[in-house]
């Protein structure tokens, strides 16, 4: 062997003897060390950090960094930009066939390359929310059993009681700070899908991240799976749920108990539990026993109420009528209408209105017409409030006929039954009917943007659960908005998740809905919109959560130490940027996520 080489040899084994003691690693799991010589286990350890959807930057790795990480081969030659590697997404995306197929393509994306999928969201959020989100989710939740490919979230079933704690400590993040949770029972307007409802608990929370910019490693997407009644679903031999019918009573209260307790043993009180699309009777059941005790949110009542409210503000405010003379018409009875009813009754009240006052003109309707004094039974206790005190009427259009609402709002997973006289009435009884059609997914809408545009000859101010496209009327082009809790719940996590209250009181979902509604007046102070277009749901979600988070300081519910002086500085340090967040540091080691970010493109943060 020449003197050289012995040279080489002799300074990288102390080389690598050097490296390994600062690593506190064995020789044979050196980084420094050929990887020829280096354990099997070490290198594939290696390479799976290296393709973890969470620091996985595909054919981003620089040639340097491939050298660095060992896995030169390992990647096609080229290198692509995140610019690049967005238009590649962005061209596969079109490529797709269908909505369905597009939603495929983005949810295997998700498990390769974390951080380019939420870079595509975000920049695309027009375009992709209603692909992650309603409508196509309502399609995802029906096609899940035949779709289903991976994990997505975690699948607690009616045969872990007694377990749920190991259950929940089975996922490998162990730093969790939200839970959305579906039993599947009430998927949109779609009815029970049982452990399908997984799509719909994974698509909330990618809003979160998506609008909120809550980082994606906090949140997990969970279904409760106490079987199902769906008969299809039972037959199905790939259904991939609890193939029994659910189970109810205090079987299903005990589940829901424990898996309340096992979350707070697990990941700590402070835990957001977000409950999605349970069916009403039990929605209303959990928050009424929750509400004050752990730190839950029920979306459909809650998140909805702040939307709705949002959206009767700037009603308003666009009419020049103040809310207490309007007269509104809840068609359905169920979370959605009842959550935005009782918010608006709370409004009302802090307007200095009786609850008798309040309640005076709100009108709720459900599928045996309109809730009177002289209905042998409510449901849901908290109907009582609006009962009236006058006879019975079952058909709508004589309802709407006789009390003239002004506003008239559909939650009832009915597509449709805002009939063309239905609409027609409501445009000749007001300058500017205002109506809102807010089932999901699309088809169950109570009617179409076009109809409510056409048989009100433009002048409806019209809002939907699902989006619909721009209509051309006397060549004037009226763009509908979008009815949706998207506009609340991500914000509402945020400002909850940066400031850790024990629980979460209804006055939270009131500033939410003052802020959105600010938001859409500075938004459009010229303009009959009711809410802000989707591109602007992200600064939306921004300026809720730190309202909220405000909101929660002030009134010392607040669990943050020091006080933060600049809220909006303080909850932005708390987001997930994309530029900025989950790369792999070149030596093997993990990031500290609580470490502070580089400076980024912040907004402005003047308090
Ligand atoms: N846009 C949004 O942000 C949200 C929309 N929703 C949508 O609202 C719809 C309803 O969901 P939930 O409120 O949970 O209600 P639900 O599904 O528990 O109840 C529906 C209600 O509508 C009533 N109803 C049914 N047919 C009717 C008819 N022909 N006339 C009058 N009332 C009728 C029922 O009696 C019941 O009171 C779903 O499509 C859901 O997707 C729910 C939450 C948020
Ligand atoms: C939007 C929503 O939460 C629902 O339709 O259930
Ligand atoms: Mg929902």
């Known amino acids: ?31 420094r060390l050929p990887r020829r010589y280096r354990h099997a286990n070490v290198i ?55 909505d369905l197929a597009r939603y495929l393509y983005l949810r295997t994306l998700r498990s390769r390359q974390e951080r380019l999928y939420y870079r595509f969201v975000i920049e695309k959020i027009e375009e992709v929310m209603p692909i992650i989100y309603t409508p196509t989710v309502g399609a995802v939740c029906q096609a899940f059993s035949l779709i289903y490919h991976s994990t997505m979230g975690l699948y607690v079933s009616k045969y872990d009681k007694g377990y749920m704690t190991d259950v929940l400590s089975n996922w490998p993040n162990t730093d969790i700070r939200a839970v959305c949770v579906t039993d599947g029972e009430r998927i949109l307007g779609l009815g029970d899908l049982g452990a399908g409802g997984m799509a719909i608990s994974v698509g909330k929370l990618d809003l979160y991240t998506a609008l909120a910019k809550v980082p994606p490693q906090y949140l997990i997407p969970v279904v409760l799976d106490v ?18 019918k659910r189970c109810k009573g205090k079987e299903y209260e005990d589940l829901v108990q424990e898996f309340m307790d096992a979350v707070v043993k697990v990941w700590g009180y402070q835990t957001l539990i977000h409950f999605e699309d349970f069916s009403t009777p039990n929605a209303f059941k959990f928050i009424n026993m929750y509400q004050d005790k752990y730190c839950n949110i029920n979306d459909d009542i809650q998140g909805t109420a702040s939307c709705g409210l949002a959206g009767f503000l700037a009603v308003e405010h666009i009419t020049k009528k103040p809310l207490k003379d309007h007269t509104v018409l809840f068609v359905g009875a169920g979370s959605a209408a009842l959550g935005i009813s009782k918010l608006l009754v709370k409004e009302l009240i802090s307007r200095k209105l009786s609850e008798e006052e309040a309640v005076k003109n709100i009108y ?21 409030l609006f009962a009236k005190d006058r006879p019975p009427v079952k058909d709508l259009e004589q309802l709407v006929k006789e009390i003239k609402p002004s506003i008239l709002l559909g939650a009832t997973g009915q597509g ?19 109506i809102f059609a807010c089932s999901n997914p699309t088809n169950k809408a109570e009617c179409t943007a076009e109809q409510a545009y056409n048989f009100t000859e433009g002048r409806a101010l019209f809002a939907s659960g699902s989006p619909f496209p721009p209509v051309v009327i006397n060549g004037k082009r009226l763009i509908p908005t979008q ?9 509402i996590a945020l400002g909850v998740m940066c400031t850790h209250p024990r629980t979460i009181s209804d006055d939270v979902f009131l500033v939410a809905a003052h802020e959105i509604a600010k938001y859409c007046r500075e938004f459009y102070p010229n303009d009959a919109a009711l809410y802000p277009p989707i591109k602007e749901a992200a600064n939306v979600a921004f300026s809720v959560g730190v309202a909220v988070a405000k909101f929660l300081i002030d009134e010392r519910k607040a669990n943050v130490y020091p006080i933060p002086t600049n809220v909006c500085e303080f909850v932005q340090s708390y987001q997930y940027y994309t530029e900025r967040h989950a790369t792999l540091p070149l030596t093997w080691e ?10 980024g493109d912040d907004k402005d943060c003047k308090n």
Do not use: W
């Open 1 to 31: 062997m020449a003197y050289s080489q012995l040279l080489v040899g002799i300074k990288r084994n102390f080389g690598v003897l050097l490296c390994a003691k600062a690593q506190k690693c064995k020789i044979n799991e050196c980084p």
């Open 44 to 98: 594939k350890a290696e390479y799976r950090k290296v393709t973890d959807p969470h620091y996985n930057k595909g054919m981003g790795y620089t040639h340097d960094e491939r050298q660095k990480l060992n896995v030169i081969g390992l990647f096609p030659s080229a290198y692509r930009s995140e610019a690049e590697q967005i238009s590649a997404v962005n061209a596969n995306f079109h490529a797709q066939q269908s």
């Open 227 to 244: 079987g199902t009644n769906n008969q299809q679903l039972l037959s199905d031999p790939l259904y991939i749920g609890v193939r029994e």
């Open 364 to 384: 709720i309707t459900d599928v045996e017409g309109l809730i009177t004094k002289d209905r042998q039974k409510f449901d849901i206790p908290d109907l009582k």
């Open 416 to 434: 449709g039954i805002f009939t063309e006289n239905i609409l027609r009435i409501m445009g000749s009884e007001n300058e500017h009917p205002a």
């Open 483 to 491: 009815a949706n809790n998207a506009f609340a719940f991500p914000g």
């Open 590 to 599: 993990y990031p500290n996520m609580s470490a502070p970010l580089p400076k």
